[in-house]
């Protein structure tokens, strides 16, 4: 079971990274409550975090459910990061991002 955790390559680094903490912490509080958060957090804790194109971001949010998404006050509240709630399996899309730093 694990956390996806994407970032849009877009904005500014610093933003990027920044937004990753915001993303799990809002993401943990929004499905603190969902069956499978217990088990995430006792036995797994996986995260993984990919750097994603505009139009991958906006893929992702429509091809799957159950996120929370970060917005950016400094960057005219643009959409930054999106974390999506822990699961067993996600849409095939997901394993073509690219991993955070990842050249």
């Avoid at 069956?35 to 994603?52: F, I, N, R």
């Avoid at 960057?75 to 095939?92: C, D, G, Q, S």
């Amino acid at each position: 079971m694990k956390m996806y955790i994407l970032v849009r390559r877009s904005i500014p680094l610093g933003h990027q990274v920044n937004c990753v903490g915001h993303a799990t912490l809002a993401c943990y509080l929004k499905f603190k409550d969902h069956a499978d958060m217990p088990g995430w957090l006792e036995h797994s804790y996986k995260k993984v975090t990919c750097q994603v194109s505009d139009e991958e971001f906006e893929l992702a949010k429509n091809s799957c459910e159950d996120w929370a998404i970060i917005n950016e006050s400094d960057l005219n509240y643009e959409p930054v990061a999106i974390a999506f709630r822990p699961r067993e399996k996600f849409p095939e899309i997901f394993k073509t991002f690219k991993l955070f730093g990842a050249t």
